[in-house]
């Protein structure tokens, strides 16, 4: 009796333990496998946005392309793909350990030199073991996915200053510059903006705004170019032979790609597939409309007739200036900043053509002002109501009403971050310049660039038709209007 007793009671608590402790398993299985759900998805975003950056740079390629002469589409078009192999490898050794490891304030250290403690864990798998080395504003992705995606940003900023410098640079002298100039002047960028504790961001810094690269990539770049284009000098041609477009099918080409490829740029940098990546995506695509057409209104009503050429610049100025916003800016609020960038974009042309600089492709008047504007105008418009960690601009507060828990400081900090930018780039890309032409020299000589650098410095022929008519000298070719 006692036994049966014994055995009943055993199968009764084990029917009341069991579907108790299943629960218990089922809660945590659950609940991991949300985390892992959440991990899973946002990695696949990020990938993809990652895809989406580096198609930036053939896009960059073809819109730069366009612009120049036939015999020297090669050369412009390899000016933008090599940064895909240099910085593609430059990276993993040590660009993305000066930009992001843990440092000073101004630069990386290198212990995560060729990607060394850079796995496959989350930020969370970080937290217990190395509370120093927290990507804490990336917690539900790789770190390897974060390290990739910046590299994509890496690549394509240096590619942004050939713009300027096209059609008379020797193509080594380039190569050791985008070498020099992704190592000394990105990567300290970089980290002061976006890095954990870096002098500049929101990571225990200034707290200035940069949601995708105003500063970082776009101000950079185009002073850099600027600066390139006053050290290296005017192409021989310039400005007594205008060069028009030789297909603006290429320009139009790129613009699309780069259109396209901006929703990685700008939405990707939510890092995560959440309501940031949405407000940056919205505020992307309605900055590059609003900017296309004011430019298209204004060469309308100035110029009397709208260009393809136009279009694809006003696209291009308008996503330059809602970059550093993208993340922080109401719909409404892009449409004004895509407005005003290629209102100012459009005059800086202008400007540009009166002083005589030789930016060849209008690397500054687009990239500089257009980035520098855009970061103006996220002080101005940047609302918590959009994105809790960002700030409040000039003109919003966290209720998005007008002057209603505006910060004026916001502001400023914007424009100690931009001055810093142009110090930093300015001066350090005069320096590179200069060591390269004391070594290795700057410029091709003048008979390859009268012939064109795509025979000179490649050896090959973009159409094969540039010295199919058999002219083989300048004076020949001069005279036949070469």
Not at 71 to 97: D, P, Q
Not at 319 to 340: E, M, R
Not at 345 to 370: E, N, Q, Y
Not at 443 to 455: C, H, M, N, S, Y
């Amino acid at each position: 009796m006692l036994k049966k007793i014994l055995i009943i009671s055993a199968v009764t608590l084990w029917l009341l333990v069991v579907p108790l402790t299943s629960n218990a398993w089922a809660e945590a299985s659950g609940a991991e496998a949300a985390a892992a759900a959440l991990t899973a998805a946002d990695t696949g975003y990020m990938l993809i946005c990652s895809a989406m950056v580096l198609l930036m740079t053939p896009g960059l390629a073809f819109f730069y392309g366009g612009f120049v002469r036939s015999r020297n589409v090669l050369n412009t078009l390899m000016m933008s793909f090599i940064l895909m192999a240099i910085v593609g490898v430059t990276w993993i050794l040590w660009g993305y350990s000066l930009s992001f490891a843990p440092g000073n304030s101004i630069i990386g250290g290198l212990e995560w030199s060729f990607l060394n403690d850079v796995g496959l864990e989350t930020t969370d798998y970080l937290k217990g073991s190395k509370p120093e080395e927290i990507l804490s504003y990336a917690p539900t992705i790789p770190h390897q996915v974060y390290m990739i995606y910046q590299a994509m940003f890496a690549i394509i900023t240096p590619a942004l200053i050939s713009g300027a410098i096209v059609e008379r640079v020797s193509f080594r002298a380039y190569v050791l510059f985008v070498l020099l100039w992704s190592t000394f002047i990105y990567a300290p960028l970089a980290h002061m903006v976006w890095a954990k504790g870096g002098m500049l961001g929101l990571y225990g810094g200034l707290g200035a705004l940069d949601f995708a690269g105003g500063t970082v990539v776009h101000i950079s770049s185009a002073i850099s170019a600027l600066v390139a284009a006053l050290v290296i000098g005017p192409r021989k041609t310039y400005p007594d032979q205008p060069a028009a477009p030789h297909n603006v099918p290429f320009i139009m080409l790129g613009a699309g790609l780069l259109w396209f490829g901006w929703f990685g740029f700008n939405a990707g940098s939510a890092l995560g597939a959440n309501s940031v990546a949405v407000v940056a995506f919205v505020a992307t695509n309605t900055g590059a409309a609003a900017a296309a057409l004011t430019w298209i209104i204004l060469e309308w009503v100035l110029r009397g007739k709208p260009t393809a050429v136009g279009i694809a610049t006003g696209a291009v100025a308008g996503l330059v200036g809602v970059t550093p916003a993208a993340g922080f800016v109401t719909p409404l609020s892009a449409i004004f900043i895509g407005s005003i960038v290629a209102f100012c974009c459009f005059f800086a042309i202008s400007l540009k053509v009166k002083l005589g600089i030789d930016d060849s492709l209008d690397t500054f008047p687009v990239h500089g002002v257009g980035g520098t504007i855009g970061a103006v105008l996220t002080g101005v418009f940047a609302t918590k109501l959009v994105n809790s960690a960002g700030a409040n601009g000039l003109l919003f507060g966290e209720t998005g009403k007008l002057f209603e828990g505006n910060d004026p400081g916001q502001f400023v900090k914007q424009i100690v971050a931009i001055v810093i930018a142009y110090v930093l780039a300015g001066v350090g890309t005069f320096i590179i310049l200069k060591v390269i032409d004391a070594t290795v020299g700057l410029r091709v000589k003048p008979e390859a660039e009268f012939q064109g650098l795509d025979i000179n410095e490649h050896g090959e022929e973009g159409y094969g038709e540039e010295f199919a008519s058999g002219l083989s000298s300048i004076g020949e070719r001069t005279a036949h209007g070469g």
